[in-house]
T-cell receptor, first 118, second 113 residues
Framework: SAVISQKPSRDICQRGTSLTIQCQVD?????MFWYRQQPGQSLTLIATANQGSEATYESGFVIDKFPISRPNLTFSTLTVSNMSPEDSSIYLC???????????????FGPGTRLTVL | KQEVTQIPAALSVPEGENLVLNCSFT??????LQWFRQDPGKGLTSLLL?????REQTSGRLNASLDKSSGRSTLYIAASQPGDSATYLCAVSGDNAGNMLTFGGGTRLMVKP
């Protein structure tokens, strides 16, 4: 399995501000994923982050709102910009075991960042 | 577009019962299916991964089956315990977008002592 940590674990933020969430993995991985889980909902993929290239965003998510960095093979950040109460969610990063990029790789998730926007 | 549905949305059982959680998906062209457990306010813990060529996987009291052609998977929990109380999510991967997972809405399980 992969050991994944996220910082912060939770935060309460004011409307209009931005928060950067960090994701650290204990081994090198090719692909990292960022998901959002709104209250009472399941997970929705925000974007896929590959090292050395720009992130690929899913429909409904844009880079200006959720800029992502992937400076190396063990680290990524997600920024939630110009926050509103609708951004209150749990944000989770995930990776594939082994980083081989195989479609059969198991995905593992970080503990999540619980964000509340007032 | 892949859609994943989980039934029931919530389930309450007495301790010791065997139970089955259901997951269905609309596009059978999947690479794999994963079952996860999520405790309230926490991240996801991977329980089982079934590759598209496999029929089932077992881990302890958990057994997951996959019928790819019919678009169905079940998670069987034997001799349920209060510690099994959590939300169980199934997710499938495998479309033209790469390795992204499409999640079901989850089944919220309560096992009563």
């Amino acid at each position: 399995s992969a050991v994944i940590s996220q910082k912060p674990s939770r935060d309460i933020c004011q409307r209009g501000t931005s928060l950067t969430i960090q994701c650290q993995v204990d081994s090198q991985v090719t692909m990292m994923f960022w998901y959002r889980q709104q209250p009472g909902q399941s997970l929705t993929l925000i974007a896929t982050a590959n090292q050395g290239s720009e992130a690929t965003y899913e429909s409904g998510f844009v880079i200006d709102k959720f800029p992502i960095s992937r400076p190396n093979l063990t680290f990524s950040t997600l920024t939630v910009s110009n926050m509103s109460p609708e951004d209150s969610s749990i944000y989770l990063c995930s990776v594939e075991r082994g980083g081989s990029g195989s479609v059969y790789d198991e995905q593992f998730f970080g503990p999540g960042t619980r964000l509340t926007v007032l | 577009k892949q859609e994943v549905t989980q039934i029931p949305a919530a389930l309450s059982v007495p301790e010791g019962e065997n139970l089955v959680l259901n997951c269905s998906f609309t596009d059978s062209a999947i690479y794999n299916l994963q079952w996860f457990r999520q405790d309230p306010g926490k991240g996801l813990t991977s329980l089982l991964l079934i590759q598209s060529s496999q029929r089932e996987q077992t881990s302890g009291r958990l057994n997951a089956s996959l019928d790819k052609s019919s678009g169905r998977s079940t998670l069987y929990i034997a001799a349920s315990q209060p510690g099994d109380s959590a939300t169980y999510l199934c997710a499938v991967s495998g479309d033209n977008a790469g390795n992204m997972l499409t999640f079901g809405g989850g089944t919220r399980l309560m096992v009563k002592p």
